[in-house]
């Protein structure tokens, strides 16, 4: 009797090519700043996320200063959803929508 080779599953990834990253945004705000709770049809919409994958382009070009784990604010114009989670907040966004990166020193 043959053995049966074990299944092994491969990891998928998700790459941004040319001069986009890839962020994880982040949640809707359900809450103002002095405590009050927000209906659901009435969230603040988020534009902020971590980067969590940047382009070969954008990472080897000097001008485009973000890191894999950067805070950024965006445009969420253009985002490309990625749907690979079940909270499907993944994003592709062209860097050119990248309006600030938050930086702590």
Do not use: C, W
């Amino acid at each position: 009797m043959a053995k049966a080779k074990p299944t092994i599953k491969s990891l998928e990834t998700v790459e941004p090519i040319g001069k986009r990253i890839l962020l994880r945004k982040d949640e809707d705000k359900k809450m103002t700043r002095v405590g009050i709770h927000l209906p659901d049809k009435i969230e603040i919409p988020t534009l902020t996320g971590r980067v969590v994958a940047v382009s070969a382009q954008v990472d080897h070009d000097e001008n485009y200063p973000i890191k894999q784990y950067d805070r950024v604010l965006f445009n969420p114009k253009n985002g490309i959803p990625v749907d690979f989670e079940g909270d499907n907040r993944l994003f592709v966004i062209p860097i050119e929508d990248v309006v600030a990166v938050f930086r702590k020193e």
